[in-house]
């Protein structure tokens, strides 16, 4: 039961990461309908502003790891935000009105792009930071010694989890952006007469999904405790599988299917092989897919006439 | 243009290479990776083998005849390895000391072969340069197998009846470690709670870390590289476990103590002993730092290499890379690493591996003689 519960813990801390890089693919997906494939590396990309603003604020002496902490969450998510920005408008934009396949190969393409980017800027090595945010506590001990732990960090990753999704779902569904949103991903034509400002809506889009990427790069930095460049590109993937699994454009669907995905591994892993937990994990996608095409909380799409 | 440019390039670098072979000398090679990533190690190959020229030289030469150095660049990518093998090969130069990488040396090996060239690796370590039964291959380092040799025999000492487990990343470098150390230790009469494999690239190893809780693993054994073994300590310490973590020479890299932090202490690994403090080497070190230059790493393997081929070609009278190599595997060679003896498939008969130990404060050091 003590093991159950510890790899429980381990199971919610990994799937709250993918949950929270999966927000981004559903977020475009949603309202663009297309694949974000560089959202991946967009993640990475603010796992690295993140470490570098780590390191110049260190240098400049400051030790309040509170306001260590906070500045670095500001910068690293106004940095990468304008990455997600400019990667819309370059990358993106002048390809919307071409045929599907045209805006997903581009972001393949940015993928690559920002993948070699940061080997040449960065070098090819892991960048480690030391331990930032230690201690935890013993929620539990069995008579065996083996000792449920739950470290400060898990719960910082969990708490800012589910803190970001409530702030989203409130945006998506109370404000004017999210109204606006909406209307775009339902009919951009339409919502365009109607006065919505579609290109800045799609705009916007994109800088809160780099945003929360950059939440989670901060996240993952301090959790695992160093970046690479190619680390976008496993974490990608996963996130996306989750998104797909959740039911993809589904704000809430993304979370629970990070959550999924993390327990899945997780759990397999604990009870039977680490090897084949990726196996796992993608066998399940596939079985839900067949049964539940549109994914676990997504609604069926209806053909525009 | 660009392929007029490289055919000078190439008429120019086989211009100079014939011109070094037709003066009256006995031209040798040093590859390895003078530029890249990998580059710190080609400049102490270069110092190294530099250095045994000149001494070689001051001594007079081989045979009669004064010898020459060639340095010659892989970047650590295999195909430049491949073609530097071939153009050392068309030079006719008799023999090479490298490569750096496994990965170089081993496709390296295969034109050399071909074209009579006798190789010696200072560094690389992967069982399988010697294992393919070429003619023409030796090294004057350890291989990654007797590494699992000297872990069990640390283990089988001072774990005795504990509960040990065995990770590996599923590379041949890891695995190859895992089950050499596996073999043996099996052989000790010492059988693992458990035998895992994860994927290299994963950053969480939480499930398998709480997997060792449950059994009350006290030394889990890492077959794989520095930057997954960093994160299975630290990952166990924050899951409030004081399991001790063992692994290879991978774990060699300071940057191990910077993904650990101080937590990373008492972490274990075998590793080849520093040639610096050896008794052979101290009037050779002494020369290199009147030079300014410390001969680190993989410098005095370099000028090994070179001492042992000068010696074989001084016994065979001749340079023939066939001949010399009979001789290198029959006789036994005065080095600056100590005496060394190369068994028929070119790997060294004594084992050169000892157990080191990280502390607190982000250094290694050698275990003392004791084992403890």
């Known amino acids: 039961m003590d093991y159950f519960a510890q790899q429980l813990i381990n199971g919610l801390v990994l799937g709250s990461i993918y949950g929270l890089i999966a927000i981004g693919y559903t977020m475009v997906y949603g309202i663009v309908g297309m694949i974000n494939f ?114 400060n960090i898990q719960i910082m990753v969990v708490i800012t989890t589910i803190v970001l999704l409530a702030i989203f779902t409130w945006l998506v569904s109370r404000t004017r952006l999210g109204r606006d949103m909406r209307a775009c991903e339902q009919d951009q034509t339409m919502a365009a007469l109607l006065g919505v400002n579609v290109d ?100 069926p799409e209806v053909e525009k006439v | 243009m660009k392929s007029l440019k490289l055919i000078g390039l190439a008429f120019g670098a086989s211009l100079a290479l014939s011109s070094a072979a037709f003066a009256q000398d006995v031209t040798v090679a040093v590859a390895g990776p003078m530029t890249g990533g990998e580059s710190a190690f080609g400049r102490q190959m270069k110092n190294g083998a530099e250095m045994a020229v000149a001494d070689i030289n001051a001594a007079g030469g081989v045979n009669g005849k004064k ?61 399988l340069f010697t294992e393919r039964k070429l003619w023409n291959v030796a090294r004057v380092c350890g291989r990654d197998d007797q590494q699992g040799l000297i872990a069990a025999q640390y283990i089988a000492k001072n774990y005795k009846g504990k ?90 890299d300071k940057e191990y103590a910077s993904i650990t932090g101080p937590a990373g202490e008492g972490t274990l690994f075998t590793f080849g002993p520093d040639p610096r403090n050896k008794p052979t080497a101290k009037k050779i070190v002494e020369a290199f730092k009147a030079k300014g230059i410390d001969p680190e790493g993989y410098t005095l ?16 009278g001749t340079t023939d890379a066939k001949k010399v190599m009979e001789t290198i595997k029959a006789g036994k060679w005065d080095t600056v690493l100590g005496p060394i003896e190369i068994d028929a498939k070119g790997d060294l008969k004594q084992i050169d591996y000892v157990v080191y130990k990280w502390d607190a404060k982000g250094n290694y050091a050698e275990l003392g003689a004791k084992g403890s």
């Not at chain 1, 996306?240 to 999924?260: E, H, K, N, R, W």
């Open chain 1, 38 to 151: 560089a959202h991946g590396d967009v993640f990475m990309i603010g796992g690295f502003i993140a470490l570098i603003t780590f390191l110049i604020l260190i240098s400049l002496g400051l030790t309040a790891i509170p306001v260590i902490l906070l500045v670095v969450l500001l910068v690293s998510m106004a940095i990468t935000a304008l990455y997600g920005w400019t990667i819309e408008r370059i990358a993106y934009r002048p390809l919307r009105h071409s045929f599907r396949l045209a805006p997903m190969l581009s972001a393949i393409g940015m993928s690559f792009v920002l993948t070699n980017y940061s080997q040449v800027a960065q070098g090819a090595r892991v960048k480690p930071i030391p331990p930032f945010i230690t201690g935890g506590y013993t929620l539990h001990e069995s008579q065996d010694g083996f000792v449920i732990q739950l470290s």
């Open chain 2, 67 to 127: 010898l020459a150095l060639n340095a010659e660049d892989d970047a650590c990518d295999p195909k430049q390895a491949r073609s530097v093998a071939e153009k050392i090969a068309g030079a006719k130069i008799p023999f090479v000391a490298g490569h750096f990488c496994s990965s170089s040396s081993i496709p390296a090996s295969e034109a050399y072969a071909d074209g009579n060239v006798l190789q010696i690796t200072p560094a690389s370590t992967n069982p």
């Open chain 2, 301 to 316: 393997y370099t000028y090994a290499a070179l001492q042992v081929w000068t010696q074989a070609v001084k016994k065979a």
């Open chain 2, 163 to 252: 509960n040990i487990a065995i990770l590996n990343d599923k590379t041949t470098y890891g695995k190859g470690l895992a089950d050499e150390t596996k073999k043996a230790l099996n052989k000790a009469g010492i059988t693992e709670k458990m035998y895992e494999s994860y994927n290299k690239g994963d950053k969480d190893f939480n499930a398998i870390v709480s997997r060792l809780k449950k059994e009350n693993v006290e030394l889990v054994y890492v077959g794989g590289y520095h930057q997954e073994a960093g994160l299975i300590l630290r990952q166990m310490r924050d899951q409030g476990m004081k399991t001790v973590l063992m692994s290879g020479d991978a774990l060699a």
């Open chain 1, 200 to 299: 800045r809506t799609i705009s916007m889009t994109f800088v809160i999904g780099a945003a929360l990427a950059a939440v989670a790069g901060l996240m993952y930095l301090l959790y695992y405790g160093l970046v690479d460049f190619f680390m976008g590109f496993v974490a990608g993937i996963k996130a996306f599988t989750a998104a797909v699994l959740g039911g993809i454009g589904s704000l809430p669907g993304a979370m629970l299917g990070g959550l999924a995905i993390g327990l899945i591994e997780t759990f397999w892993s604990a009870y039977f092989s680490v090897e084949y937990k990726d196996v796992a994990a993608f066998s399940i996608l596939i079985v839900v897919l067949i049964f539940m095409p549109t994914g676990l909380l997504g609604r």
